[in-house]
């Protein structure tokens, strides 16, 4: 799941191939004036690949807002082969002196374990 680098010539080539069209939106890129993205149609963490049809141009607000929403989805994904692996799920905020918490009570007071 590396990412490769993208040529100028090769984004040149993707933008002619989608006919200057963001594949998000619908809407024209005007490469002159807007700036502009290659963007992954299936994430690379989902699955896709860094070649051919998987790359199409996107305007940059575009991207972003489906980049957001991949992330949404990719946690979940995890969420959810975790849960189906048997893995239990981590609570954020352990109790003070329960087993993960770092803390533990003493005659002394509340100090911090090492």
Same mark, same amino acid.
């Given at each position: 799941?590396?990412?490769r680098h993208i040529s100028a010539k090769e984004r040149l080539s993707i933008f002619t191939a989608a006919h200057g069209v963001c594949h998000i939106c619908g809407g024209k890129i005007d490469a002159g004036?807007? !700036?502009?993205?290659v963007e992954?149609?299936?994430p690379l963490n989902m699955?896709?690949?860094d070649f051919?049809?998987?790359l199409?141009?996107?305007h940059v607000s575009c991207h972003r807002r489906k980049s957001k929403a991949d992330a949404v989805n990719? !946690?979940?994904a995890k969420r959810q082969r975790q849960r189906t692996a048997g893995i239990p799920r981590q609570s954020r905020n352990p109790l003070p002196g329960s087993k993960r918490s770092n803390w533990k009570r003493t005659f002394s007071g509340w100090e911090k374990r090492k």
């Open positions: 799941m590396t990412r004036r807007e !700036a502009w993205e992954h149609v299936l699955g896709g690949d051919g049809a998987n199409q141009p996107a990719d !946690a979940k």
